[in-house]
């Protein structure tokens, strides 16, 4: 398989966007799935059981450690940085805000794509910020394959702007086709 | 990938440089969040590889005082997840409560705010004067922050608002002075508190403790090094003595877990068990 895991970054507008994605992936869908959707602090984990209650897969809050495992979906919760390690294990982490963001979309992919390199898939979806574009562009710039939601149909399009402009994606999609082609790149 | 199992060589022999050269050990710290400090500390200083930056700080104390600040994680509120504290005080206090004489060890403390929040509900609850705080942490140019007791006033309205959600008694504004734009804590807080250097990866327990607070640390550390500083606390604990961690982290990965009773399980309160079967 040419791809190993998927990323995926989301602000304004974020919980539908990604309720929309998770959806429409199959429960057979062969890869794992790390998510941070910016939220606020003090927030619940209701995110993460609304995204469960609507997706065939097994959406569930990142624990410290964790096992990485395939077409399982990992959220970041509330105030933690998500991490990925190259062991293929998860880490959290309560350093300082990254572009204003904790969890920020930036140390997700840039953990990640040392973790996976070619091997991974990055996706920016609506948010009314930058995060994501350092990340993406550091994901593309170690051989892997970014995806931006196109800003036309995104709720907030100042996050796929600034990613389109910073990381140069291979796709720019409009939100209903990104799972069709997530799927599509996880049979290669 | 080469040049990243480059990079991982070159991170492997420049935590050894530190431990060696400075006593400090991350070598058993999780490994994405170092290397991401690393790399950020590298640009920032315009230097290419991470062998350059070994040399750097082999020779230059100062330089190494400021990647030790980097590597060390000290972002911390007053009464950060209120409802912990909240359950500290419904759960916990009543029990420190029966005890003559309260020694808490608070590992980790970073620059002290969540001491002066123990020290607070200490006092609101008439317990202060019979207890001694232990406040440790490997960074001594964070203790010494966390000795003056000297915050932004900025955070003061946040502070407050977990006050209140903490169960807080009284009014926050009785703990602290503000002045040009800074808020000191009140001198009557810091009577019981003793601030010391302490590194949980190499140095050794505190005797018989009645309560450990370790909040937010464990999350930085392997598996492995998780399993040694929970060890590490078990042995610094009297009987029936309350553990406290961070509300993402637990004993999942220690071997000691089954000499604890869960108090918590959101907020992560543990009681070590009075008596536990020894392995053989």
């Given at each position: 398989?040419?791809?190993?895991a998927?990323?995926i970054g989301?602000?304004a ?11 429409s ?11 941070v ?8 984990n209701?995110?993460t059981?609304h995204l469960?209650?609507n ?8 624990e410290?450690k964790?096992n990485i495992t395939d ?5 970041a919760?509330?105030?933690y940085?998500?991490?990925?390690e190259?062991d293929k294990t998860?880490s959290l982490?309560?350093s300082?805000?990254v572009?204003y963001?904790?969890p920020s ?10 973790a996976?390199?070619?091997?991974l898939i990055?996706v920016?979806?609506?948010g009314g910020?930058?995060?994501g574009?350092?990340?993406l562009k550091?994901i593309?710039?170690?051989g892997?394959t970014?995806?931006v939601?196109d800003?036309?149909t995104a709720e907030?399009?100042s ?9 140069n994606?291979?796709y720019?999609?409009p939100l209903?086709?990104i799972a069709k082609t ?7 | 990938m ?5 990079v991982?060589i070159?991170?492997k022999?420049?935590l050894e440089a530190i431990?060696?050269?400075y ?12 290397k991401?400090?690393?790399l950020?500390?590298?640009k920032t200083?315009?230097?290419?590889r ?5 040399k ?7 330089a ?11 972002v ?6 209120p409802?912990f504290y909240?359950?500290?005080r419904?759960?916990v206090?009543?029990?420190l ?5 309260i020694?808490?060890?608070h590992?980790?403390c970073a620059?002290g705010e969540e ?13 202060y004067?019979r ?5 440790t ?6 203790l ?5 007791g000297?915050y932004?006033a900025?955070q ?6 977990n006050?209140q ?7 926050f504004a009785?703990y602290?002075s503000?002045s ?5 804590i009140?001198r009557?807080?810091?009577?019981k508190?003793v601030?010391?250097n302490?590194?949980l ?8 403790m009645?309560?450990i607070?370790?909040?937010?640390v464990l999350?930085?550390?392997s598996?492995e090094l998780?399993d ?5 606390f ?5 009987g029936?003595a309350?553990l ?12 000691h ?7 918590s399980k959101k907020e992560k309160?543990f009681?070590k068990?009075?008596?536990?079967p020894?392995?053989q």
């Amino acid at each position: 398989m040419k791809y190993s895991a998927v990323v995926i970054g989301a602000s304004a507008g974020g919980m539908d966007a990604l309720r929309i994605i998770l959806s429409s992936l199959p429960a057979t869908f062969p890869l794992p799935v790390m998510v941070v959707n910016h939220i606020a602090p003090s927030s619940t984990n209701y995110l993460t059981r609304h995204l469960d209650a609507n997706s065939p897969l097994v959406v569930k809050e990142a624990e410290e450690k964790e096992n990485i495992t395939d077409g399982a979906v990992y959220v970041a919760p509330p105030n933690y940085h998500l991490l990925v390690e190259e062991d293929k294990t998860l880490s959290l982490s309560t350093s300082e805000r990254v572009k204003y963001a904790r969890p920020s979309i930036d140390v997700l992919f840039e953990t990640a794509a040392l973790a996976y390199g070619p091997a991974l898939i990055g996706v920016v979806l609506t948010g009314g910020n930058n995060d994501g574009s350092d990340g993406l562009k550091y994901i593309k710039d170690l051989g892997g394959t970014g995806i931006v939601q196109d800003p036309a149909t995104a709720e907030s399009n100042s996050m796929p702007n600034a990613a389109i402009e910073t990381a140069n994606p291979d796709y720019i999609l409009p939100l209903e086709d990104i799972a069709k082609t997530l799927q599509e790149l996880a049979s290669l | 990938m080469t040049l990243n199992d480059n990079v991982n060589i070159e991170i492997k022999l420049l935590l050894e440089a530190i431990y060696l050269k400075y006593g400090y050990d991350f070598r058993g710290y999780a490994h994405a969040h170092i290397k991401r400090r690393l790399l950020n500390r590298l640009k920032t200083l315009g230097l290419k590889r991470i062998s350059d930056l070994q040399k750097l700080i082999l020779y230059d104390k100062d330089a190494f005082a400021r990647l030790l600040k980097d590597l060390s994680i000290n972002v911390t509120e007053m009464f950060r997840d209120p409802s912990f504290y909240l359950s500290l005080r419904n759960e916990v206090i009543p029990v420190l409560r029966t005890y003559p004489f309260i020694k808490v060890w608070h590992a980790g403390c970073a620059t002290g705010e969540e001491v002066y929040s123990m020290a607070i509900i200490l006092k609101e609850e008439g317990l202060y004067e019979r207890t001694r705080i232990y406040a440790t942490d490997l960074n001594s140019i964070v203790l010494d922050k966390a000795s003056e007791g000297v915050y932004v006033a900025d955070q003061i309205k946040n502070f407050t608002s977990n006050y209140q959600q903490a169960g807080g008694k009284g009014s926050f504004a009785d703990y602290y002075s503000a002045s040009h734009g800074l808020a000191m804590i009140d001198r009557s807080l810091k009577e019981k508190i003793v601030f010391s250097n302490h590194n949980l990866v190499t140095d050794g327990p505190f005797g018989e403790m009645n309560l450990i607070l370790c909040r937010n640390v464990l999350i930085y550390f392997s598996r492995e090094l998780q399993d040694h500083v929970i060890g590490l606390f078990t042995e610094s604990l009297g009987g029936s003595a309350y553990l406290c961690l961070g509300s993402k982290e637990s004993l999942k990965y220690s071997g000691h877990a089954d000499m604890y009773d869960e108090i918590s399980k959101k907020e992560k309160i543990f009681r070590k068990k009075l008596l536990w079967p020894r392995s053989q």
